[in-house]
């Protein structure tokens, strides 16, 4: 049985005639115009990224490998006893674009297992910290700490030719990937348990062991897998992908990509949307004196929060012109695992309630609810409360996609990213402004 590895090897080998194609034949074919509204307004729409680990369409969601939502929870293997697939056989198909069998699975599993231990040195970092720094703060500093570890920085000072600089940095990603669950947890057990560390158990996989460290019971391995799923990409032009790729793409290594990576989801305007939606929904609910509102009332609440200037969280997306389908496969878990929640009963109203307002708002490009709308909700149903540390969730997950992309974008040997600027000035004498 051929390990991940090397059927990564194969694909890579296969796939580089078609970048050295494209470049050598087709470099010239323009894909598009760039306006002053999109220069002006953080590039929104450019086309100037490729990835093939995942794309985002406006009315089917997100593709992983050109497989929606659904199709990747239902074809990817499960192991007795749970829901939801491993997020290591996610990881092969991200990286190969192949469904695993159970073996591959188990392989990829046995990686990570043998990846799993974190260096002293990083937890002696941690406990030295300000026990009120923010966990996102935490969990960068962490992982740019083990940059010393680093395979693809001895790699390349020992010579390493460009077409080779995959191989080190696929090193480098299981190694930092197996690790991020061990991190994530000691930081939520350091600051919010008390420092009662728990350690982890090597039987497990990825998303079991991740449950068991944090001391949260069954279903929340399925919770864990899913999250980690779910939030692992969102094509290349969101702002942690982004950043991922960018610093990557200067040959730093996967420690100091992830690091920046989780640097821009910590924004608010990134990665805190959950615990924003979360926070809002609360105060609605503590505005009806905790009972669940009629429908009437809770559209009047809705028009009310809409007439007064704010938005209604978790509804709206850049893309996305539908319900995103990472917010459906959360509803489906909540409908079957958590359905008299109080907190999901509010959701659930709102889902009913919000996008018929917000088109008749007319304001709002897509009215339906994305995944941020959901996922703080189950997260709080299992005792995870401490908003700050939702973030450090999502960069578990987000950085699977971004490792997945680091490594092709070394594999085909993408150049730095260096877009060209102009002035204001010059943005005025193309629209004819004297």
């Keep these: 049985m051929a390990t991940l590895k090397e059927n990564l090897f194969e694909k890579i080998q296969a796939w580089r005639p078609r970048t050295t194609r494209l470049l050598k034949e087709h470099g010239e074919v323009k894909l ?4 002053i509204a999109q220069c002006i307004g953080g590039m929104r729409g450019v086309k100037c990224l490729t990835t093939d680990i995942s794309y985002l369409d406006p009315f089917e969601g997100i593709r992983f490998r050109g497989y929606t939502i659904p199709e990747t929870l239902a074809k990817l293997p499960k192991t007795s006893g749970v829901e939801m697939p491993s997020v290591e056989s ?14 591959q699975t188990k392989l990829v599993e046995e990686e990570f297992k043998k990846r799993r231990e974190v260096p002293g040195y990083v937890f002696d970092m941690l406990r030295a910290l300000p026990k009120d720094s923010h966990p996102m703060a935490m969990f960068s500093a962490a992982i740019v700490a083990m940059q010393r570890e680093s395979e693809f920085v001895k790699a390349y000072n020992a010579g390493l030719g460009k077409m080779d600089y995959w191989a080190p940095t696929y090193e480098d990603a299981l190694n930092l990937l197996a690790k991020l669950p061990s991190i994530a947890a000691f930081i939520y057990r350091w600051k919010y348990k008390d420092g009662d560390i728990i350690e982890a158990n090597p039987k497990l996989d990825l998303g079991g062991n991740f449950a068991h460290m944090m001391g949260i019971d069954k279903p929340y391995d399925d919770v864990a897998r899913l999250y980690f799923i779910l939030h692992s990409d969102h094509e290349s032009g969101n702002v942690s992908a982004h950043t991922g790729h960018l610093v990557a793409s200067a040959l730093s290594d996967i420690y100091y990509a992830i690091s920046a990576m989780i640097n821009g989801l910590a924004g608010p305007l990134h990665g805190l ?42 509804y709206g997306h850049a893309v996305l012109r539908k319900t995103d389908p990472r917010y459906t496969a959360q509803r489906e878990f909540c409908l079957k695992h958590l359905p008299d929640d109080p907190i ?3 959701v659930d109203l709102l889902y009913n309630v919000v ?51 680091i490594i092709w974008d070394r594999a085909l040997g993408y150049p730095i990213e260096r877009p060209k600027s102009l002035t204001t000035a010059m943005l005025e004498e193309a629209a004819g402004i004297k």
């Design 32 to 35: 598009g115009d760039v306006t």
């Design 90 to 103: 996610f990881f092969y198909l991200l990286l190969t674009g192949d469904v695993p069998n159970n073996e």
């Design 273 to 314: 949307a959950n615990q924003e939606v979360l926070s809002w929904i609360q105060g609605v609910m503590d505005k009806m004196n905790g009972k669940l509102p009629s429908e009437e009332e809770m559209k009047k609440f809705v028009w009310d929060t809409l007439n007064s200037g704010q938005v209604v969280p978790g």
């Design 344 to 346: 999901f009963k509010f």
């Design 355 to 405: 996008p018929p307002i917000l088109q008749e708002h007319g304001k709002a490009k897509n009215p339906w609810p994305n995944v941020d709308a959901q996922s703080g909700v189950i997260q709080w149903y299992y005792g995870l409360r401490e908003y700050d540390f939702y973030t450090v969730l999502f960069g578990v997950g987000r950085a699977l996609g971004v490792c997945a992309n």
